[in-house]
Structure formats: C-alpha cells, structure tokens
C-alpha cells in the first residue's frame, strides 16, 4: 500500500456533511481521565520503581502520539478528530503502517502509565472508558467519514492495518 492516497474535492463532500462526528476532541477525554485517575488514586504515593515504569511508558507512548501528530502536519492533512472529512491525504506510513490509531493508543498508552506510576487499580477505570468511548464512538465515526472520503484505497487501508496494532486479540 502507498504511503498516501489524496482524494478529489468531489469524492470528499459527497455524502460527508451528513456523518455525525463527536465533538469532544479525544485529547480532551484523556485529560478528563488524567483528571478522573488523581481523584481515584489520591493518597497513592508514587514510589522510585513505579515513577520509573510509569515514566518509560508515558515517554513511549507520548513519543507514539505525538509522532502520529508529526506525519499528520507533514501530509499537510488535518488533525482535527471533530472534521475527518477535512483529510486531504490518506497517511498509511510511520506508525500508521501497524496501527490506524497510534495518536489513540499513545493517549491510552499515557493513562496507563499515569495509573502504573500512581500504583492504583482504580486509576486504570479511566483508562478502560477512554478505550470504549474512542473504539467504540469515535473511531467508527471517524472511519465512516474517511470511507466517503478515500473510497477503496481507505477500505484496503482497513482491511491491511489492526485498529489498535498487533497486539493479540484486540489487534484487529
């Protein structure tokens, strides 16, 4: 598969205006469950080992996040979860050539180590509602607006590459 894949104008607005996209942005909802875990893990102290595990995940998976972010501005695509139908160029290279959502998984990725480092089981909730509400209604939405916009080359994208990577069953 190519590394991109630019649609014309007229394949993108077709059909497009009438998809329902969610409008909070999933950066938003991470922060709300970075939020939500130092409410439920108050009073959990961070230890040296913890702090360390927490900090190389959170380093991984910010590096994965803001790398996906990177590739997005040098296509000269959009960011913007809220306006998929906005995307000029399909992007199928760096980390999205083994996930279709490595900005998410590295933002699920950040939740995870902030509830490793807090050493709280409770603080892995937030982490647990961010994964259903962004498989679950965002991508979907997201996935049904760039099918309109991509066509074919968008469906071999999905049938090629897992949602969320190689990662045993939740790979696909």
């Known amino acids: 598969?190519?590394?991109?894949?630019?649609?014309?104008?007229?394949?993108?607005?077709?059909?497009?205006?009438?998809?329902?996209?969610?409008?909070?942005?999933?950066?938003?909802?991470?922060?709300?469950?970075?939020?939500?875990?130092?409410?439920?893990?108050?009073?959990?102290?961070?230890?040296?080992?913890?702090?360390?595990?927490?900090?190389?995940?959170?380093?991984?998976?910010g590096a994965l996040a803001l790398g996906g972010d990177l590739i997005f501005h040098r296509a000269g695509t959009t960011i913007s979860p809220v306006t998929p139908s906005d995307a000029t160029v399909l992007v199928t290279s760096g980390p999205f050539a083994v996930s279709r959502?490595?900005?998410?998984?590295?933002?699920?990725g950040l939740l995870v180590s902030n509830a490793i480092a807090r050493r709280s089981a409770a603080a892995l909730l937030p982490a647990a509602a961010f994964t259903v509400l962004i498989d679950r209604v965002q991508i979907p939405a997201e996935e049904e607006a760039l099918k309109v916009v991509f066509g074919a080359p968008y469906e071999q994208y999905l049938r090629e590459v897992p949602r969320w990577g190689r990662i045993g069953p939740l790979g696909r």
């Open 1 to 61: 598969m190519s590394a991109s894949h630019r649609p014309s104008v007229g394949a993108r607005r077709t059909g497009v205006a009438a998809m329902r996209v969610p409008r909070i942005p999933p950066p938003v909802l991470a922060l709300a469950g970075l939020l939500a875990q130092h409410l439920l893990a108050r009073g959990r102290r961070v230890t040296a080992a913890s702090g360390a595990v927490g900090l190389a995940g959170a380093l991984d998976s």
């Open 101 to 108: 959502n490595p900005i998410y998984a590295g933002l699920l």
